[in-house]
């Protein structure tokens, strides 16, 4: 992939991941399908001004879901599939840390 703003997605803000943030200095990202971890680490690097030490990656399946309506008299049922995707789990060197809150830039 050779847009690199392309590759990460979304930072997945959740308590575990502030969690991990403040104990083990991990940070999670919601990344495009088709990236590497060669990739993903270049991207963090890039777009942060980091030092990564490693990224882990994991492919997340998507929830079967089934949905009713109601409409003019008649019940329509439906059934579908959330899109399955990729997330990384990026370990940061000793020293780095990424603002993802953005409560660092104001003084």
């Known amino acids: 992939m050779s847009a690199e703003s392309q590759i990460i997605v979304s ?14 200095n991990k940070y999670a990202f ?3 399908r088709d990236a590497n971890k060669i990739s993903i680490k270049r991207a963090v690097e890039k777009k942060f ?5 490693a990224v882990r990656t994991q492919i ?12 003019g008299g008649h019940t329509i049922r439906t059934r579908g599939k959330r899109s399955d995707w990729k997330k990384a789990i990026i370990t940061l060197h000793e020293g780095f840390s990424i603002d993802l809150y953005g409560m660092g830039a104001e003084s």
Do not use: A, C, D, Y
């Open 49 to 53: 001004n980091v030092k990564v030490s």
């Open 30 to 32: 919601r990344v495009s």
């Open 60 to 71: 997340i399946k998507g929830k079967r879901k089934e949905m009713t309506v109601r409409s």
């Open 11 to 24: 930072p997945i803000l959740t308590e575990k991941m502030s969690h991990l943030e403040e104990s083990q």
